[in-house]
């Protein structure tokens, strides 16, 4: 299938088709026009809020390509404008599908071996379990630079959490619909318009304690937490990360950025300070080996 480009002054947007597991997902890359000094693997949140969250993700990535950092953004496996259904969507799938993302860096610039990654909400999470993965592209690269906005790190709570939206129509509606097969309602649950299948909830539900995960394999960590008023107390999911493991304090940085809570609303402006501190957590955590080039 053909690409298409989008030319900038200081870099190229390039929107294609990566193939992963056999299936096409659709994909953005940005590529500077000048030496690239990094890379970005962005992995995606969690149904609706990805949409949700793109005019956040788009305006940072061109931010980012424009300081002269090449960015991948996938639409996993049965979600936007990918192959496949969500009622077909699994964790295994979408875990494939971002170690094939990384696949694509490293071939994109093999004399990089360095990655940074950003976590949105439960990507966060996806992002921690791919780097468990036994996979030859995990061997070849090193993750510099672990970044978060607002993260989940407790994929059962927030099944629980999606899950309530469907109670909360069956509640509200004066109608019991009745549309669905039982073939259907063996595979899935239907929550706010997406079918969510029964075995992405099975493998969610194991997903609640962070001693699951190796964190020795991530240089460092910035965890942005998005607040609507001012305020000095961190979410849980970031205190049960820095209490789960105290060896990586000391390279984890915590910044609270005041705004609206973006993956809860549709067209509402990019939250800028929260992208420049992005951009700027990115910038100055950047490799050695990175800087003269």
């Not at 870099?11 to 997902?25: D, E, H, I, N």
């Not at 002269?68 to 639409?75: A, K, M, N, P, T």
């Not at 696949?103 to 921690?128: Q, Y």
């Not at 001693?211 to 020795?216: D, F, G, H, V, W």
């Amino acid at each position: 299938m053909s690409t298409k480009h989008i030319q900038n002054s200081s870099y190229q947007r390039q929107a294609f088709y990566l193939v992963s597991q056999g299936k096409k997902l659709f994909a953005l890359f940005y590529q500077p026009n000048a030496n690239v000094l990094g890379q970005l693997l962005v992995f995606p949140p969690f149904a609706e809020e990805m949409n949700r969250s793109r005019r956040q993700i788009i305006d940072l990535a061109g931010q980012l390509a424009n300081s002269g950092y090449q960015v991948l953004i996938i639409d996993l496996f049965g979600t936007g404008d990918s192959e496949g259904d969500f009622s077909e969507a699994n964790w295994d799938i979408w875990q494939a599908n971002m170690l094939d993302g990384m696949k694509f860096l490293f071939e994109k610039t093999p004399s990089n071996s360095s990655l940074d990654i950003l976590g949105i909400r439960l990507g966060c999470l996806l992002a921690l379990d791919t780097l468990q993965s036994k996979n030859s592209i995990l061997d070849k690269i090193s993750i510099n630079h672990f970044l978060s906005w607002q993260p989940v790190f407790n994929a059962k709570n927030h099944s629980q959490q999606f899950l309530r939206l469907q109670l909360t129509k069956k509640l509200t509606s004066s109608t019991n619909n009745s549309s669905n097969n039982s073939q259907n309602k063996n595979t899935y649950t239907e929550v706010a318009g997406y079918c969510y299948p029964l075995q992405l909830q099975d493998q969610l539900k194991f997903k609640d304690k962070l001693s699951q995960y190796n964190l020795t394999k991530i240089n460092n960590f910035s965890l942005f937490q998005i607040s609507p008023s001012e305020t000095t107390t961190i979410s849980k999911d970031i205190e049960d990360l820095l209490f789960y493991d105290p060896t990586i304090r000391p390279c984890s940085e915590i910044k609270i950025i005041q705004g609206k809570k973006f993956w809860q609303f549709y067209d509402i402006k990019p939250n800028k300070e929260l992208i420049y501190q992005t951009v700027q957590a990115i910038l100055d955590k950047r490799p050695v080996e990175n800087n003269n080039e």
